[in-house]
C-alpha cells in the first residue's frame, strides 16, 4: 500500500469506516476491523487474534440480548443474578469485572452490584453493526479492566447517499409460556438521512419481557419482569480529510420484582437504571504521513431501588427501612487522543493521552460523592520486517488519584507471516486493574446483606503470554478452509473478590487474593463455500484453585472443556438462509471448604455441564421484507447443579438457574432506502 493509501485509510481510524460484515460471505476473512488498529484492517494482517460477530448473524439469530450472541463464543461464560435481573459475564476464566466493555472504542460506565460488571444486555442489540472480540491484556491502549480482554461495540454508520428506514419486530415466547403480559416482544425502528458530507441518523426501541414463573408459587417469578426502552441519535460530517460526529445512546430499564405476602403485606421493588451516554468524536489527515483522532465523552448513570409496601386490599405505600430506597449515581468522563505518524513503510508510531474520570453518589457509597482520577499517556509503534514480520511494542505511563499505580506497564505483539498460508503471532502484555468506586465505598446494611467497600485494597497486576497459529487450509475461489490454534497464560497478583470480614463473619468486603491464574488452549475452524457457512471448536480452559497454596496434595489448576458449532446454509434460488448454532458449556470443578459439625474440610463441588442450541430459518420476500422464525435453547435448559449450597453475599443455592426453558420466536425486519443523487434516481 502507498503512503498515500494508507494516510486516507488512517482517516478513519477510531470507528469511523463502513466496514463490512459477515453477510459477504467470500468476504469472511477479510472481515475489516479497528480494534487497537493504527487503521482500520483486514482480521488477517492485525497483530491481535480477533473474533468478529457480524449484524446478519444478530438478526439471523434473532437474538434481543447481546448475551443471546455472545453465549455462542468459546471462552465465553454467562451467569444470571436473578435477584438483581443482571447478567454476568466471564471471560478466559476471569469475571466481567476484568473485560473492558466498549462503545465505539468509549469504556461503557455503570458497573453494577458486588460482582462490579457492566450488564452486557442493558447495551442496545439493534444498533450493533459488529462487534469485534480481543482475547488477552489490552491495558496499555485501553486502561484498567482490560485484563481479560475488550469486547468493542461498533454502532452502526451509514456514509452511503441515501434516504433509509428500518423496522424490526420480534415475538418470542419465555419456555411455553406467551401471551400479551409474557414473553418477549421487541419493537426497534430507525430512520436516517445521507448526503455528500452530512448525515443525520437516529433510532428507538422498546424490548418488554413479562417475566417467567418457573418452580415460583404466589406473586412470585423465577425471572423477573423487564422493560427497557432505549434510542440513540447520531449526527456529523465527513469529507476527504475529516470526519466528526457526536452520538448519544439512552437506556431507560426497569425491572420489576413482585413479593410474597407474609401476613397482610408483600413488599415489591423495582429496579430502575437511566443512562445517557454522549460520545464526540472527530478524525484529521494533516498530509499523507500524519492523522490525528480525538474523542470526548460523558456518560451520566443512575440505578435507583424503589420499594413499596403492598396490602391485601390492594393499598400500596413507600416502604421504609434500611436498603429499601436506594439512589446511585455515577459520571463517567473520558477524553482520548491519539496520532499516527508514518516515518516510512516499515516504521510509524501511535502516542496518544487517555484521561478517565468516574464520580460516584448515594446511599450505597460511603462519605458522600466519591472520585477517581485515571490520566495516562501511551506509546505504541509497528516495525514491519521485510514484509514477513510485524512488531507492535507499547508502554503506558499511568498516573490514579486513588492507589499507587505501576509507573508503567508494558506489551509487545508480533505478527510473523511465515506463508501465504501460515501465520504465527506471539504476545505479551503486563496489565492493571484499579480498584472501583463500588469495590472502595460500597456500603449497605439490610436484612440479608451486609457488604462494605475496602479503601485498603491493592490494584490488580497480571503478566500475560497469548499465542496463535493460523494455517490456510484450503483458499480458492469458490471453497476455503481456515484453522487456528491458540492459547493462552494469565497469572494475576492481587486478584479483587468479595470474601468474608476478618474482624466480622456476619460482614462481607472486598479483598485481595494472593494470586490466581488461568490458562488455556484452544482450536477453531472455519470454512466457507458458495452457499454454506462452518464453523467449529473446542476450548479447554484452567482455572487457578487457591486452596492448593495450603494443601499441595489438591491440583493447583481445574480444568474446563467447551465446544461450539455454527452452520449456515443459504438456498439462493429462494431466497431462505436456515441456520443453527451449538455450544457445550462443560463442567467447572472447584474445592471449597465447608463445615461439617463444627469442622472445616475440603470438598470437592462441580458445576454441572450443558448442552444450549439454537435453531432460525431466514426468508426475503418481496424487495424489503425478511422474516425469521426459530427455537432457542432447544435442549430445554432451565437450571443446572452448582455441586453445593454455597454460601455469600448472594447465593442461589444448589442450583444455578441459565434459562427459563425452551423458546420459539418469530420476527419480521423491513428495510428500505432512497438514493441520494442528481437525478433522484431511485435505488
Given amino acids: 500500500m502507498t503512503r498515500l493509501l494508507l494516510a486516507k485509510a488512517m482517516l478513519l481510524a477510531g470507528y469511523y469506516c463502513h466496514a ?47 448475551q443471546d450472541v455472545l453465549n455462542n463464543e468459546l471462552n465465553i ?41 457492566i450488564n452486557v444486555n442493558q447495551i442496545d442489540i439493534n444498533s450493533i453493526e459488529r462487534i469485534e472480540i480481543i482475547e488477552g491484556p489490552m491495558s496499555v491502549i485501553y486502561g484498567a479492566d482490560a485484563l481479560a480482554g475488550v469486547i468493542n461495540i461498533i454502532t452502526k454508520k451509514n456514509f452511503k447517499d441515501e ?28 430512520a436516517g438521512w445521507n448526503h455528500k458530507k452530512w448525515k443525520l441518523n437516529g433510532g428507538i426501541g422498546r424490548n418488554f419481557f413479562g417475566g417467567w414463573k418457573g418452580a415460583s408459587s404466589g406473586r412470585e417469578l423465577d425471572w423477573h419482569k423487564k422493560e427497557q426502552v432505549q434510542g440513540n441519535i447520531l449526527t456529523g460530517f465527513h469529507s476527504e480529510n475529516n470526519s466528526t460526529h457526536y452520538r448519544l445512546d439512552i437506556l431507560d430499564e426497569v425491572i420489576k420484582n413482585p413479593g410474597a405476602f407474609a401476613g397482610n403485606e408483600a413488599i415489591d421493588q423495582d429496579y430502575i437504571t437511566t443512562r445517557f451516554m454522549h460520545q464526540l468524536q472527530s478524525s484529521h489527515r494533516f498530509g499523507s504521513r500524519f492523522s490525528a483522532q480525538a474523542a470526548l465523552s460523558y456518560t451520566n448513570y443512575k440505578r435507583e431501588i424503589y420499594s413499596t409496601v403492598l396490602k391485601k386490599d390492594g393499598t400500596r ?6 436498603g429499601m430506597q436506594d439512589l446511585s449515581r455515577f459520571n463517567g468522563y473520558v477524553a482520548r487522543a491519539t496520532a499516527v505518524y508514518i516515518f516510512s513503510p516499515t516504521f510509524s508510531i501511535q502516542p496518544g493521552v487517555d484521561i478517565n474520570v468516574e464520580t460516584g453518589s448515594g446511599e450505597r457509597i460511603k462519605s458522600g460523592v466519591q472520585r477517581i482520577n485515571d490520566f495516562a499517556f501511551f506509546l505504541t509503534s509497528e516495525i514491519n520486517v521485510l514484509r514477513s514480520l510485524k512488531l507492535r511494542p507499547g508502554v503506558r505511563i499511568i498516573h490514579n488519584s486513588l492507589y499507587d499505580a505501576p509507573p508503567a506497564i508494558a506489551s509487545f505483539n508480533t505478527l510473523l507471516n511465515i506463508s501465504p498460508r501460515f501465520k504465527l503471532r506471539l504476545a505479551y ?66 486478584l479483587i473478590d468479595i470474601g468474608q470480614s476478618a474482624q466480622d463473619p456476619n460482614v462481607f468486603t472486598y479483598i485481595n487474593v494472593s494470586n490466581y491464574k488461568t490458562r488455556g488452549i484452544n482450536i477453531t475452524n472455519k470454512l466457507v463455500t458458495g452457499a454454506l457457512q462452518l464453523n467449529a471448536g473446542a476450548a479447554y480452559t484452567g482455572r487457578y484453585n487457591q486452596l492448593y497454596e495450603n494443601d499441595e496434595t489438591l491440583p493447583s489448576i481445574q480444568w474446563s472443556w467447551e465446544a461450539n458449532t455454527g452452520v449456515s446454509y443459504t438456498f439462493s434460488k429462494i431466497g431462505l438462509t436456515t441456520n443453527a448454532w451449538y455450544k457445550y458449556t462443560g463442567k467447572v470443578p472447584s474445592y471449597q471448604v465447608l463445615q461439617d459439625n463444627g469442622q472445616q474440610k475440603i470438598e470437592l463441588i462441580q458445576t454441572e455441564g450443558y448442552h444450549w442450541m439454537d435453531i432460525s430459518f431466514n426468508k426475503k420476500i418481496f424487495r424489503f421484507l425478511t422474516v425469521n422464525a426459530g427455537v432457542k435453547n432447544l435442549f430445554n435448559i432451565k437450571q443446572i447443579n452448582s455441586g453445593s449450597a454455597a454460601s455469600g ?23 428500505w432506502n432512497k438514493k441520494i443523487t442528481n437525478s433522484n434516481n431511485k435505488r
Fill in 429 to 494: 502484555a503486563k496489565a492493571f486493574r484499579s480498584p472501583s468506586l463500588r469495590e472502595l465505598y460500597f456500603y449497605f446494611f439490610d436484612a440479608n446483606h451486609q457488604i462494605v467497600g475496602n479503601t485498603d485494597l491493592k490494584a490488580e497486576m497480571s503478566n500475560s503470554f497469548t499465542g496463535s497459529f493460523d494455517i490456510a487450509i484450503l483458499n480458492k475461489k469458490k471453497v476455503s478452509l481456515n484453522s487456528t490454534l491458540s492459547g493462552f497464560y494469565n497469572n494475576i497478583r492481587n
Fill in 649 to 671: 453475599a448472594h447465593s442461589d443455592g444448589a442450583l444455578r438457574a441459565i434459562a427459563y426453558g425452551t423458546s420459539v420466536f418469530a420476527g419480521i425486519v423491513f428495510e
Fill in 317 to 322: 405505600t413507600v416502604a421504609r427501612g434500611a
Fill in 163 to 190: 434516504l433509509f428506514a428500518n423496522v424490526r419486530v420480534n415475538e418470542e415466547s419465555a419456555g411455553d409460556e406467551y401471551g400479551l403480559r409474557q414473553g418477549t416482544h421487541s419493537q426497534y425502528g430507525e
Fill in 77 to 117: 461464560r454467562f451467569s444470571q443474578d436473578l435477584a438483581t435481573g443482571g447478567s454476568n459475564i466471564e471471560m478466559m476464566g476471569m469475571s466481567g469485572q476484568n473485560i473492558k466493555i466498549l462503545i465505539d472504542g468509549i469504556p461503557v460506565t455503570g458497573r453494577q452490584g458486588t460482582s462490579n460488571e
Fill in 20 to 66: 463490512q460484515s459477515d453477510s459477504t460471505r467470500h468476504q469472511l476473512l477479510d472481515e475489516v476491523v479497528v480494534t487497537g488498529q493504527y487503521a482500520p484492517q483486514s482480521v488477517k494482517n492485525s497483530v491481535y487474534q480477533l473474533r468478529v460477530i457480524g449484524r446478519e448473524r444478530i438478526v439471523r439469530q434473532g437474538a434481543t440480548r447481546l
